[in-house]
């Protein structure tokens, strides 16, 4: 029995528009990014999961250790629910969150905010100065781990901080130990550039050598330079934590001395833009289906939604995948549609009104914005439904 027999026995109960989990695709999709990380832990990058009994069953299995959040309300929230050792990756203005933080001591133990510039700790000090008697902030510096070649003329990597170098670094850490209050505890580097792009793009034989040639020197220049500000930042502060990576640098990252963990998210889940890397494949593990409701002509089936997009720069690898059944594609001028989304090719003539066509979003957790709830499904049979963020009433972003 086919993948696509297989989930439509299991939910034939259910109408859909709904999304599953396909649960031994995402214990093989673990159990290998813990092989590739090779004894070193895996924070959990909530942002590719977003729902907290998944990521409770993530944290129990053997490799994994710690969450990374996306906003310091999200983990507020998941302490509060008796996650430990949260880092929020990404810096916070929130002066609300701020407050909460400050005043809670099982937080302020169990959460690490991110920080990249002297301006984030006037902030800092700024939001908390009415405050009162407040706990000590454990904080994380940010470091860019773009690739720059040309003079600066190319760059390749996410714009995240402006500190890239071990005077920088050593800096911004000399200027927080002066800070009554703070504490540096962490170092993060996100090579967004190798973790985030496949390097074998279907299409182009010249564009995946260029990308290849790009993520050697970027590894090998970011080796060299992560370590000389890891060594120039911990003669300012005693650091418990180096994280590094992502789903798809996990075997390179942890080869660096200097960094004591990595981080993954989307390898779980393996939606669509994780296709194409040559170091690892994963098994589709998230999916959603949607019903066939017209059939405008004998190689077009229309779905009913699905306009389902991906952040990022707009563009087709933005859209879901039409997976099952295979062989589909989107009509050119209209795509994934708010409403409606024509589906062509040779595929479409065997689809009735309320047969279902299962999707994969582009990217992971984003899918989670869009359902409250996973079905889970274990070979031919749902055995269980887990709520998401969204279905318990959190929307962070």
Not at 68 to 95: K, N, Q
Not at 112 to 134: N, Q, Y
Not at 263 to 286: E, I, V
Request: hydrophobic letters at 45%; aromatic letters at 6%; a positive charge.
């Amino acid at each position: 029995m086919d993948d696509r027999q297989r989930y439509d026995r299991a939910t034939s109960a259910l109408e859909p528009p709904f999304a599953i989990l396909d649960l031994a695709a995402m214990r093989a999709n673990a159990a290998d990014l813990a092989r590739r990380a090779g004894g070193k832990p895996i924070r959990v990058a909530t942002k590719s999961v977003r729902s907290r009994p998944l990521l409770e069953l993530l944290l129990s299995l053997p490799g994994f250790r710690g969450l990374m959040a996306f906003t310091l309300p999200e983990a507020l929230w998941l302490v509060s629910h008796g996650f430990t050792d949260v880092l929020v990756a990404y810096p916070s203005a929130d002066r609300a969150a701020l407050a909460r933080l400050a005043a809670d001591p099982v937080a302020a133990r169990e959460i690490t905010l991110t920080v990249d510039s002297a301006a984030h700790l006037t902030h800092l000090d700024e939001a908390l100065a009415d405050a009162g008697a407040r706990e000590e902030l454990r904080l994380c510096l940010d470091l860019d781990a773009g690739y720059h070649a040309l003079g600066g003329r190319f760059r390749a990597g996410a714009l995240r901080s402006a500190v890239r170098t071990p005077d920088q670094a050593a800096s911004l850490a000399a200027a927080i130990g002066k800070r009554p209050g703070l504490r540096l505890v962490g170092l993060l580097a996100y090579e967004a550039q190798i973790a985030g792009v496949g390097d074998d793009p279907p299409g182009s034989a010249v564009l995946a050598r260029a990308i290849r040639v790009m993520q050697h020197r970027s590894a090998r220049e970011l080796t060299v330079r992560r370590g000389r500000v890891v060594a120039a930042v911990r003669r300012h502060a005693d650091l418990e934590f180096v994280n590094g990576g992502g789903t798809g640098s996990i075997e390179r990252t942890v080869r660096e001395k200097a960094v004591t963990e990595v981080s993954a998210g989307s390898g779980f889940f393996h939606p669509r833009l994780f296709d194409h890397y040559r170091s690892f494949t994963g098994r589709p593990a998230a999916l959603f289906a949607l019903p066939v409701v017209r059939r405008p002509g004998p190689e077009v089936a229309t779905v009913l939604g699905g306009g389902y997009t991906a952040s990022g720069a707009a563009g087709p690898s933005r859209l879901p995948q039409p997976y099952l059944p295979g062989g589909l594609g989107y009509a050119a001028g209209e795509g994934a549609g708010e409403t409606q989304t024509p589906l062509i090719g040779p595929a479409a003539r065997d689809l009735r009104i309320g047969d279902r066509v299962w999707f994969r979003h582009a990217k992971a957790g984003e899918l989670c914005e869009r359902f409250d709830r996973l079905h889970l499904v274990e070979g031919e049979a749902v055995t269980g439904v887990v709520p998401t963020y969204r279905g318990e009433g959190r929307t962070f972003l």
